[in-house]
């Protein structure tokens, strides 16, 4: 087996940070790209390069000195990307996947119009009277989406009525140069929970995936995680795994993909967003399941075997911690692990501002309101919201 022995992770946020000391296991090589000297990542990788990832010399002069490339997040342009695979670096997943978590438009085509999965109704919109036209079909609301450049909850716009069809049109995101944005109307799906899938492919087409979350989101921000997602039955969860797998395939992902999804108060789910990452609504892995989506992720690029997926217990939530009780988090660990010793929390290297992610706390057991109750607290006494 001809594996790939240094990884070169393009972003130094807090998922390359966390690819990282996997790949200390694994005696893998792990060479960065960052941002800036203090990001997440740079602060514990050996080899970082301090530069910009939309900069094709930079980039190319990065990836020389690697064996495969991956990524932290999904911003670096395509065309970038193509452009090293055609000098015959090794890129993981390639441009032709990532284009589908990077343009939403792209993404809908293929899922919906070419896969036929299930997504919500939608329509790429010219101008705020095609989205008012749009609204006036499906019903008010709507969801109007950029096509790139948003993330968290940036970019989405909840429209209630004809008179807010502007608002997308007239707000600017940061997207390369090059890459068009387009606006997107959604139906509005009155969900009864949103969940998630994380799978794993490998570049021989083997993949595996994670059991499916449920997750919670506050303001487009993922806050916590329970899995197995309860009260999905055997069935239901065996079929949102299916579909991970099959969108993994149709679209010859290499490494982490995770699917978010919407599930219907009559119990039906649509697609929601795509990353091919590790990707928070998996970070309860990183204690909760035999091999965490930052080590599968990696061996996958590597082309190493994949590891086990199962979960070590019956339940797992994993809860985001934003922003912080203080600066002193080592301090404000020792709080929460004198309390509850066997909890887990991951910070990831972070200064203290307002609605951060500094880390998350993941428990898991046999009692699903227990585990969950756990997590919460800890979560809250290290935000500093448990009125102590």
Not at 238 to 246: C, H, K, Q, V, Y
Request: glycine share 12%.
């Amino acid at each position: 087996m001809n594996a790939a022995h240094t990884i070169g992770i393009i972003g130094g946020g807090q998922l390359a940070r966390m690819m990282y000391e996997a790949a200390i296991g694994l005696d893998l090589e792990v060479r960065l790209l960052a941002e800036g000297p203090d990001v997440s990542a740079a602060r514990v990788v050996r080899e970082v390069t301090v530069g910009d990832f939309t900069d094709p010399a930079v980039v190319r002069e990065f990836a020389a000195g690697c064996d495969v490339i991956t990524f932290d997040h999904e911003h670096v342009p395509t065309g970038l990307l193509a452009g090293l695979e055609a000098a015959g670096v090794l890129v993981r997943p390639g441009p032709a996947a990532l284009v589908h978590a990077q343009d939403k438009l792209l993404m809908r085509e293929c899922l919906g119009d070419g896969l036929g999965l299930p997504c919500p109704r939608w329509r790429a919109c010219r101008d705020a009277d095609e989205l008012r036209a749009l609204g006036s079909e499906l019903g008010w609301p709507v969801i109007a989406k950029a096509s790139r450049g948003g993330y968290d909850g940036h970019g989405v716009w909840r429209l209630d009525g004809p008179a807010d069809a502007d608002a997308p049109f007239e707000e600017s995101l940061s997207v390369s140069a090059g890459e068009r944005v387009v606006i997107i109307g959604e139906e509005f799906v009155d969900f009864a929970r949103e969940l998630s899938v994380v799978v794993v492919r490998g570049p021989d087409g083997r993949a595996l995936s994670y059991p499916v979350s449920e997750t919670v989101q506050d303001g487009g921000v993922c806050v916590e995680t329970t899995t197995p997602a309860p009260g999905l039955s055997a069935a239901r969860q065996s079929g949102i795994r299916a579909l991970g797998l099959r969108i993994a395939d149709a679209l010859g992902v290499v490494g982490l993909l995770a699917v978010e999804l919407m599930e219907r108060r009559d119990g039906g789910v649509v697609v929601n967003e795509l990353a091919m990452r590790p990707h928070n609504t998996g970070h309860w892995t990183l204690d909760g399941a035999v091999t965490s989506q930052f080590e599968n992720h990696l061996r996958a690029v590597a082309g190493l075997p994949l590891g086990a997926t199962d979960a070590r217990a019956p339940w797992c939530t994993m809860r985001n911690v934003l922003g912080g009780r203080s600066a002193d988090s080592v301090g404000d660990f020792a709080h929460v692990a004198a309390a509850d010793p066997g909890l887990r929390v991951q910070f990831y290297g972070k200064s203290l501002r307002p609605g951060r992610k500094r880390g998350h706390v993941t428990v898991y057991g046999d009692d699903c309101d227990r585990v969950r109750a756990r997590a919460r607290a800890a979560a809250a006494y290290l935000m500093g919201e448990d009125n102590d």
